[in-house]
C-alpha cells in the first residue's frame, strides 16, 4: 500500500524475510489485542486513553459544525475552515528524549519469540525512521497530532480496504486534530516522555499493520488481509474509542460520523 501523504511508503521496502512472519505473528492477529494483553499493554494509561477519546469527540464534534456551516459541495477547495478566534498552542509538541526506546517495548510486549521480537523491532525501526523524514518536511515532527494522523489514515486505510486520504485530506486531518488536543488543557501539562511514547506508539501501530496487510496483499492471501482489517478495527477502537465503521474516507478526506 501506497500512502500518497507521506510520499511513497513503497519506498520503506520490507524484504520478503521481513514480512514472512507477519502472518502468523501472535501481534499480527486481533487476539493480540486486550486492555490487559497484547496492545492494550503498551498503549498508555487509563487517564492517556481518556484524553484520546475527548480529542476524537472534540474532534467529531468540530467536523459536523463545520459541514453544516459549509456543506463539501459549497467547499471546492476541500479545505477546513478553522475559526478565526483559534488559539494555537501546540499542546501536542514535545521534546525528544533519546531514552525513550519505544521499538524496545513494543518487540519485548508483543513478541513471544525472539525471531519475532527482533521482527517487530525492525519493522518500528524501519517505519519510524521514514515517517521522521516525511514529519519533518510537512510540519508535523515531535507533535502527537503527527503520529495520530499516520496511525488513523493507515488503520482505516485497511480497515476498509481502500484509497489512502489525499495529501490535503491528510494535512486537514492534522490540523483537526491538533486544534482538537489544544481545546484540552491536560495535554499541554503532560510530561514530554509521555507524549513522545503515545507518538511512538501510534507510528508503531501504523507500520505493523503496514507490515501485515502489505505481506497479504503480495500473497494473495485472504487470511492475512482479513487479520489486518480486524486489528486496524480493533486498534481504532482501541486508542480513538470509536466505531471504525464511523471513521471513512471520502473524497479523499478522513471523516468522522
Not at 126 to 142: L, V
Not at 226 to 245: F, T
Amino acid at each position: 500500500m501506497k500512502l500518497r501523504f507521506l510520499g511513497r511508503l513503497t519506498g520503506l521496502t520490507f524484504s520478503i524475510t521481513l514480512l514472512a512472519a507477519a502472518s502468523s505473528a501472535q501481534w499480527g492477529t486481533p487476539n493480540a489485542y486486550g486492555y490487559n494483553t497484547g496492545y492494550g499493554t503498551v498503549y498508555g494509561t487509563f487517564s492517556h486513553a481518556a484524553l484520546m477519546q475527548s480529542m476524537y469527540n472534540v474532534a467529531r464534534s468540530e467536523q459536523l459544525n463545520r459541514n453544516r456551516a459549509n456543506p463539501p459541495q459549497a467547499d471546492r477547495a476541500g479545505q477546513a475552515k478553522a475559526s478565526p478566534t483559534a488559539v494555537v498552542r501546540n499542546y501536542g509538541l514535545f521534546r525528544p528524549d533519546a531514552t525513550v526506546d519505544t521499538g524496545k517495548l513494543l518487540s519485548e510486549s508483543l513478541g513471544s519469540t525472539p525471531e519475532e521480537k527482533a521482527l517487530i523491532k525492525r519493522i518500528y525501526t524501519a517505519t519510524k525512521e521514514f515517517y521522521e523524514k516525511e514529519a519533518t518536511a510537512k510540519g508535523w515532527k515531535n507533535n502527537i497530532a503527527g503520529g495520530v494522523t499516520f496511525f488513523t489514515a493507515t488503520a482505516v486505510t485497511i480497515y476498509h480496504d481502500t484509497e489512502e486520504p489525499s495529501p490535503d485530506g491528510a494535512d486537514i486531518y492534522f490540523k483537526a486534530v491538533n486544534a482538537s488536543i489544544d481545546a484540552i488543557p491536560e495535554f499541554g501539562s503532560m510530561p514530554d516522555k509521555d507524549k513522545q511514547h503515545f507518538n511512538n506508539m501510534m507510528i508503531g501501530f501504523g507500520g505493523m499493520l503496514l507490515a501485515v496487510y502489505t505481506e497479504g496483499k503480495q500473497n494473495n492471501n485472504a487470511e492475512t488481509i482479513a487479520n489486518s482489517k480486524k486489528l486496524a478495527g480493533m486498534l481504532l477502537q482501541m486508542v480513538l474509542k470509536a466505531d471504525p465503521e464511523n471513521i471513512r474516507i471520502e473524497n479523499g478526506r478522513i471523516v468522522l460520523k
